[in-house]
């Protein structure tokens, strides 16, 4: 990292550690938070000024400062841990959580030095999830919001939608705390992910999908058909979308080559013809032959399914890729997924709801929304979209392996089968697990 990019990640380890929020920092420096979260968002410089008066802040000495979050945190004097009364929504870097009311402390001592270890999973059989700084974040603003409003669930829930984008730019900048590298929020936007108008899209195809077995019902419609069909719903569609291979800098062309399994970013390619008529095309809706951009994860599924042998591996012309990581929204994908399941097990349609309105909002806004300033990535939007689009084409291969009829797909979580289909899927509301919408005959 340079060293611009190590003194942001040494300020927010520290904050994290002090439970200072950027407002504390700012008075301290005599700024305005806003200068504070420039800087810290890599839009505005931190000066040598600043690193004299951040030293003097927190009593250690500049070098040491300069060091590194870790060497900065051994030797940060024993006495800067503060409690600030200012609790703005989902807060840099709050004290160590308190355990919510309904559940069991956990006298395990929070670290004090960030990891980039991944959040643990729960053990099977434990009733009460481990506390950990990302999932009590989510929970603790749901019960602020509670308390402020007097237990009115929806007024609680119509202010936490107000607060879902910000809230959630700060849950993904706290999980990236003590990463090995850092992305890049603000890169140069190539050509093709710039919108053609304001109201108009770019060149990059995602692959939605809108397919129906276009013979069965063909054969349904003369008679010759009939079949108990059941719409299956897919869980939490963009929040299982989220581990997928995201580019970290900014994206760099190159011309016809192999594809990079280690980069990933959109590519012009010319598919290859689609054949069968009992699975949908990885394409998803699109009709027109010819070349097309594309993102990285329908790449993959139409490189996987050439291995298959279900097409031929498309050409590809030219790429605008990075070094890429699967793991970049993990452990924010985590502590979403975490309390979301633990409010369906407690029927908490607050914190469902909330959890909901943080990670599709997330997908929708990282663009160039102007609901979100705190970062403009068309490419990860595209490839998270992508993503929920291949895997429920993988959800349909699945159940075509397994014999069921695949009837329709269609949207980022709708799957029409026939046939037995829990014997192939867990029901549930889980992320591993679908839900059955309605049951309808075909040929009826």
């Keep these: 990292m340079s060293t611009e990019e190590t003194l942001r990640a040494t300020v927010t380890a520290i904050a994290h550690h002090t439970g200072e929020q950027q407002t504390d920092i700012a008075t301290a420096l005599g700024l305005t938070q806003s200068q504070i979260s420039r800087r810290q968002r890599g839009l505005a410089a931190w000066t040598l000024s600043d690193c004299d008066r951040l030293a003097a802040h927190w009593g250690i000495p500049v070098l040491d400062l300069l060091a590194g979050p870790t060497h900065a945190l051994t030797h940060l004097p024993t006495n800067q841990t503060t409690t600030h009364t200012t609790q703005p929504p989902l807060p840099l870097a709050p004290p160590t959580p308190k355990p919510p009311p309904h559940t069991t402390p956990n006298t395990t001592p929070t670290p004090s030095t960030p990891t980039a270890e991944p ?55 706290t999980s990236r705390v003590g990463g090995r590298y850092e992305h890049s929020e603000f890169p140069p936007t190539a050509d093709i992910l710039k919108k053609t108008s304001q109201k108009g899209a770019d060149q990059i195809w995602e692959g939605r999908p809108k397919w129906r077995a276009e013979e069965l019902h063909h054969a349904a419609r003369g008679g010759h058909v009939r079949l108990d069909v059941t719409a299956l719903d897919m869980n939490a569609a963009y929040l299982a979308a989220l581990k997928t291979w995201l580019p970290i800098g900014k994206l760099v062309h190159s011309g016809a080559a192999p594809h990079n399994p280690k980069r990933s970013g959109v590519h012009l390619v010319t598919p290859a013809a689609w054949k069968m008529t009992d699975l949908p095309s ?163």
Aim: aromatic share 6%.
């Design 119 to 173: 959040t643990p999973t729960p053990t099977p059989h434990r009733t009460t999830p481990p506390p950990g700084p990302l999932t009590d974040r989510i929970r603790r603003r749901v019960t602020q919001e509670l308390a402020t409003h007097n237990g009115n669930q929806d007024a609680a829930l119509t202010a936490l939608l107000k607060t879902a984008i910000p809230d959630v730019m700060t849950l993904f900048a």
């Design 282 to 444: 990885p394409l998803g809706a699109r009709k027109e032959p010819g070349r097309l951009w594309i993102t990285e994860p329908t790449l993959r599924l139409l490189l996987r399914c050439a291995k298959l042998g279900f097409c031929d591996e498309p050409v590809i012309h030219e790429s605008w890729t990075s070094g890429a990581s699967e793991g970049l929204l993990e452990k924010m994908r985590r502590a979403l997924a975490e309390v979301r399941k633990e409010a369906i097990t407690n029927s908490d349609e607050v914190a469902n709801e909330y959890v909901k309105s943080m990670y599709s909002k997330f997908v929708s806004t990282i663009g160039e929304s102007t609901a979100n300033r705190e970062i403009r990535r068309p490419d990860w939007m595209h490839i998270i979209r992508s993503q929920a689009f291949a895997n429920l084409w993988l959800k349909a291969h699945k159940a075509h392996t397994a014999g069921l009829t695949v009837v329709e797909m269609s949207g980022t979580d709708e799957l029409h089968v026939a046939g037995d289909w829990q014997q192939v899927f867990p029901e549930g509301r889980d992320l591993t697990q679908v839900k059955a919408k309605t049951t309808y005959t075909l040929g009826e």
